[in-house]
């Protein structure tokens, strides 16, 4: 008989479901009890009732009322700090009550970012990904960068995400954003375009090759590629950007590695040029060629150090054009760079020598060879006539 009581207390059932077993034991107990004790028990059961509804609107009110927030902001390439830089990518953890793909729009400051859509969303834990593209750089640039400056400035700002059907996830922590003053675009085509032509020139003049201007270097081809592909990546990420990119320490390093093999084979080379003189009409059997082999044969270290390098150097590019920043190589891959190279400047020492003015040995043939011609005798030498003078002497 009791057992609506519990299950009313217990809130498993919904209010109609409480009203019909409120008349079931109201009937049951009219039978059983007394008028005083029913009416008692009939006040204790619509008092429960009662406080049950208030309970259940209450709680439906503040599902109601819990507004829309952020919950936490993280940089996928820092996660554990709260700071971020252009071109990175920001996780954004919203709570709401709302349906979470509608929010697709950021502001800074209460700014809208215009052009800026996320970059991914992962609605398992309500988090939209961010990718501070140009867009950002633009609104910083017009509204928080007071000075002209290429110089880095750390602005704190608020990042709050919009949705469609009026949601508006908010944050109270500060979030670190680096940003620069904008680049001028068409001064950097005009220098890409300079270094072009002066690529162009040098390799034209032989800047590729040895000392003699005969055969091509390989230290000084990588040294040349590796220029090429980093001041590239540089101007084309200042253009795409419009700010000047931070370097990474693995770029210096990788430009080292190249100097210092080129500087190795200038040594080895200035030490062998006293033992050989140079032939005239030595010439260069092309730039692959060249660069694999000694002069005698190709070589299983310059092999392996030009397929290290054009591997590397690809890479490079595709990993600046997607992620549209300079990457950072690990150190293993420095490491391999540096012992490749670093093994070719050692056997350099030990490759075969060019010597271009000797001449080749005869080669043996099968043909005859012609009889020599016989010498023609001497002819006797005739005395000399006397002169007047001699004969009147004698």
């Not at 009203?19 to 059983?32: G, H, P, Q, R």
């Not at 599902?63 to 700090?81: E, F, M, Q, R, Y």
């Not at 002069?295 to 390098?309: L, Y």
């Amino acid at each position: 008989m009791l057992t609506p009581f519990f299950t009313c207390k217990k809130g498993c059932f919904n209010l109609i479901s409480l009203c019909k077993d409120f008349l079931i034991l109201a009937s049951t107990a009219a039978k059983y009890l007394h008028m005083g004790k029913f009416l008692l028990l009939t006040a204790v059961l619509f008092l429960c009732l009662y406080s049950y509804g208030q309970t259940t609107q209450q709680n439906k009110d503040s599902v109601k009322t819990i507004p829309d927030s952020i919950l936490s902001i993280a940089n996928l390439n820092s996660p554990s700090g709260d700071s971020a830089s252009i071109n990175d990518i920001i996780a954004i953890k919203i709570r709401t009550q709302k349906s979470f793909f509608d929010f697709d729009t950021l502001y800074i400051n209460g700014i809208k970012v215009e052009g800026t859509t996320p970059w991914k969303k992962n609605g398992r834990d309500s988090t939209i990904f961010f990718q501070l593209d140009a867009n950002v750089q633009n609104v910083m640039s017009s509204f928080f960068i007071q000075h002209k400056s290429a110089e880095k400035n750390v602005i704190p700002v608020y990042f709050s995400v919009a949705g469609k059907n009026q949601g508006w996830a908010k944050t109270s922590q500060y979030f670190y954003l680096e940003v620069k003053q904008k680049s001028n675009t068409y001064l950097i085509w005009i220098i890409e375009l300079a270094i072009l032509v002066i690529a162009v020139v040098a390799v034209k003049k032989n800047v590729l090759k040895d000392d003699n201007n005969l055969y091509y270097s390989l230290s000084r081809v990588q040294l040349f590629y590796w220029t090429l592909v980093i001041v590239y990546c540089y101007l084309i990420l200042s253009s795409h950007t419009e700010i000047i990119p931070d370097i990474p320490a693995s770029v210096i390093t990788i430009l080292g590695i190249s100097l210092g093999t080129t500087a190795l084979g200038k040594v080895i080379d200035n030490n062998n040029k006293d033992k050989v003189s140079i032939d005239p009409n030595a010439k260069s059997e092309g730039l692959l060629y060249d660069i694999l082999s000694d002069g005698s044969s190709i070589n299983i270290q310059r092999f392996q150090t030009v397929v290290f390098n054009l591997v590397f150097g690809l890479v490079f590019i595709q990993r600046t054009l997607s992620s549209w920043k300079l990457p950072a190589f690990d150190d293993n891959v420095l490491l391999l760079l540096g012992i490749s190279s670093g093994a070719y400047a050692g056997l350099k020492t030990t490759e075969a020598t060019k010597e271009q003015n000797k001449p080749l040995p005869p080669v043996a043939t099968d043909s005859p060879k012609e009889p020599e011609k016989p010498k023609e005798p001497e002819k006797p030498k005739q005395p000399e006539k006397a002169t007047d003078g001699q004969a009147k002497t004698q």
